[in-house]
T-cell receptor, first 112, second 115 residues
Framework: KQEVTQIPAALSVPEGENLVLNCSFTDSAIYNLQWFRQDPGKGLTSLLLIQSSQREQTSGRLNASLDKSSGRSTLYIAASQPGDSATYLCAAEEDSNYQLIWGAGTKLIIKP | DAGVTQSPTHLIKTRGQQVTLRCSPKSGHDTVSWYQQALGQGPQFIFQYYEEEERQRGNFPDRFSGHQFPNYSSELNVNALLLGDSALYLC??????????????FGPGTRLLVL
């Protein structure tokens, strides 16, 4: 059974710092790995999707990597800004049935 | 394109009651998935509908049921509500043809409070 874990559960850093959020999964048979952002009381916004054959994806200040062999993905945020404050969730899409299995998220606070 | 829409945005019910939540998918999408997100946790997959049939189901009791209409919109029904059903219910749409390659688009969710 696929399990997705995110560490840390919460992170607070000063504005301008580069930071890394971690996501680990137990079953390497994934179709893709996705990173989402969730603002308080709101739905989910997709940030990056890494297909199983890829190693990384980039969008602006965000870079996500995928290492299936070790069951890990990281989300790198460069030059963090207060507007980046949100909860970041990763989700592994299972190869067999396309279901998304989610981590509990990392709550990120960027201090001005 | 309005994206994925859900209604209502908030709902308060009492234990034992029944509730219906609604979702309209993004234009061009034919698959709707429903998720339950308890406070402080990641979403949990409830079920997925395609061609008006339930195609996949997560680990949820039969009290949770759904429906998909010919226009691809969907309903989530929960019977005999329990306090533990209080959560944010998220709907996501995608294209079956591109399943697994195109990210799912999420609606803003319906926040259900069971008293």
């Amino acid at each position: 059974k696929q399990e997705v874990t995110q560490i840390p559960a919460a992170l607070s850093v000063p504005e301008g710092e580069n930071l890394v959020l971690n996501c680990s999964f137990t079953d390497s048979a994934i179709y893709n790995l996705q990173w989402f952002r969730q603002d308080p009381g709101k739905g989910l916004t997709s940030l990056l999707l890494i297909q199983s054959s890829q190693r990384e994806q980039t969008s602006g200040r965000l870079n996500a990597s995928l290492d299936k062999s070790s069951g890990r993905s990281t989300l790198y945020i460069a030059a963090s800004q207060p507007g980046d404050s949100a909860t970041y969730l990763c989700a592994a899409e299972e190869d067999s049935n396309y279901q998304l299995i989610w981590g509990a998220g990392t709550k990120l606070i960027i201090k001005p | 394109d309005a994206g994925v829409t859900q209604s209502p945005t908030h709902l308060i019910k009492t234990r034992g009651q029944q509730v219906t939540l609604r979702c309209s998918p993004k234009s061009g999408h034919d698959t709707v998935s429903w998720y339950q997100q308890a406070l402080g946790q990641g979403p949990q997959f409830i079920f997925q509908y395609y061609e008006e049939e339930e195609r996949q189901r997560g680990n949820f009791p039969d009290r949770f049921s759904g429906h998909q209409f010919p226009n691809y919109s969907s309903e989530l029904n929960v019977n005999a509500l329990l306090l533990g059903d209080s959560a944010l219910y998220l709907c996501a749409s995608s294209s079956r043809e591109l399943a697994g390659w195109e990210t799912q688009y999420f609606g803003p969710g319906t926040r259900l409070l069971v008293l």
